[in-house]
């Protein structure tokens, strides 16, 4: 910016020096370095009142955004403990299925394993439909919290259901099935029947981070 200004002040000088040459009468040489001043000065004061307006803007651009990043990482630093929650009570649920399968516990065993993992799924569940995203966000990002919200909702319900299924045809004294192998068929076509569609919030995520960076600034 500074070698632009000297470099424009140079061309000014140079110019009034070659008009002063070349133009006689010295009241039109005058009046004619007067208005070419004037010119410059007005688009010297457009162009700084402009950066003082982008820089303000900017400032304020930045404290939004500030504030916007600290709303959204406290309640996603409680989601995602929730959500490798999830995860976890998932993977321990195919646990119980694989060791069955492989005859490492009991029918007996899965069902006493699965009734717990179904308690604590049922309160894992019941905590993430307590959630709400943070009010102090903008329409944008409130909205697309929501819509990672519901996804997760949507998710936990169908493996909270998934879970309980397999409960419920694992019980022993209910299955009409004797033999390990179609015991082992009734637990997975219970799986089969009510497993949870993958949970896709790649989009929101992705908007999120990138409405809560902050931009560079020129």
Not at 21 to 29: A, D, E, L
Not at 51 to 67: F, P, V
Not at 69 to 93: E, I, P, R, S
Not at 130 to 137: D, E, G, T
Request: glycine content about 0%.
């Amino acid at each position: 910016m500074i070698l632009l200004i000297i470099s424009a002040i140079i061309i000014f000088i140079l110019v009034i020096l070659v008009l002063e040459r070349n133009i006689q009468s010295r009241p039109v040489f005058y009046s004619f370095c007067l208005s070419l001043i004037t010119a410059i000065s007005i688009l010297g004061y457009a162009y700084f009142s402009t950066a003082n307006d982008n820089a303000e803007m900017d400032e304020s651009t930045i404290r939004h955004i500030t504030a916007q990043q600290q709303a959204f990482g406290d309640w996603y630093t409680t989601y995602k403990k929730k959500m490798d929650n999830v995860d976890y009570y998932w993977v321990l649920y195919h646990r119980i299925l694989k060791d069955f399968r492989e005859e490492k516990i009991t029918l007996a065993e899965a069902y006493r394993q699965l009734t717990n993992l179904e308690s604590d799924s049922a309160s894992l569940n019941s905590e993430i439909f307590k959630m709400a995203p943070p009010i102090s966000l903008d329409d944008a990002n409130y909205d697309l919290t929501t819509s990672l919200l519901e996804k997760t909702k949507n998710y936990s319900e169908a493996q909270l259901k998934t879970i309980r299924a397999t409960k419920m045809v694992a019980d022993p004294e209910k299955t009409p099935a004797k033999d390990h192998e179609q015991q082992v068929q009734i637990l997975n076509d219970a799986m089969l029947h009510n497993a949870p569609d993958m949970l896709f919030t790649a989009t929101e995520i992705t908007t999120l981070r990138k409405n809560l960076t902050i931009p560079e600034v020129d």
